[in-house]
C-alpha cells in the first residue's frame, strides 16, 4: 500500500526501485509498536532523545541545500525549511518530550548514538559530494516517509486510537499539515530531477535512496534495541 502515492513521480519510481528496504522501514516493528500502541516506553523515550539531535543535523541539512540551490526561489524555500525547523518543529518536539518527562537539557546533552550520527552524516555527505538533488533524495525518506507511515496507520485495522500512548505522534505524521509537506516535497524532487538530469544519474539516485532507507530502519531499530 502507497498510502501518498503520486504515480509516475520521481518519488514513486525510487520508493519502487528500492521496494525491500522501503518496507523494512515503514513497516518496521517499531511502526508496528507505534500502531497498535505496544511498543515499549523505553524503546519509545530512546527515539524522542536521538530525534532531538536528528532534527538538528536536519536543519543544517537544508542550510547546506540553500547554499546548493541556484535560484533565489529556492534559496528562499530551503531557508523557509530552516526556519520551521528551528523555530517551530523543534520547539513543538521539545513541548512534546516534555509530556514524557524528558527536558531540553537532557536531550541537548545527550550523546548521539551511532545510528543517529550514521544516517545524518550520510544525507550531509550526499550532499557536499554531490548536488542538491543527491541531498534530497537522501533526505526523501525522512520527510515523505514520516507521513505515508502516518497515513498507513491511519488506515490500518490493528491502529488502537483509544489508550494508546503513541496517538498523538500518529495524528501528527497523519494529519493534514505534514501531507502537505510531503506532497511538496514530492513536487520538489520532480523539479530538481527534471533540471538535473535525473535519467542520466539513475542507478546513483536510487543507491542514495535505499541507503537512507536502510539508514532509517536502523535508526527505528536503535529504539527497540533500547527495550531489550
Known sequence: MDAIAVPGTLFARLREAARPSWEAYVAHP????????????????????QDYLFL??????????????????????????????????????????????????????????????AYTRYVLERGLAGDVLDLEVALAPCV????????????????????????????????????????????????LGAARGAEARWGELVRTFEAACRLEARFWQMGLDEAR
Open 30 to 49: 517499531f511502526v508496528r509498536g507505534l500502531t497498535d500502541g505496544s511498543l515499549p516506553e523505553p524503546a519509545f523515550r530512546r527515539y524522542l532523545m
Open 56 to 117: 538538528i543535523h536536519f536543519a543544517r541539512a537544508y542550510a547546506l541545500a540553500a547554499f546548493k540551490h541556484a535560484t533565489v526561489a529556492d534559496i528562499r524555500g530551503a531557508a523557509a525549511t530552516l526556519n520551521a525547523l528551528i523555530d517551530h518543529e523543534m520547539r513543538l518536539h521539545v513541548q512534546y518530550c516534555a509530556g514524557w518527562g524528558i527536558g531540553e537539557p537532557a536531550m541537548e546533552a545527550e550523546p548521539e548514538a551511532e545510528e543517529t550520527m
Open 144 to 191: 515523505i516517509g514520516y507521513a505515508e507511515i502516518g497515513a498507513r496507520m491511519a488506515s490500518d485495522p490493528a491502529l488502537k486510537r483509544e489508550g494508546n500512548p503513541y496517538r498523538a505522534w500518529q495524528e501528527m505524521y497523519g494529519g493534514a499539515e505534514f501531507q502537505g509537506i510531503a506532497l511538496e516535497a514530492i513536487a520538489r524532487l520532480d523539479r
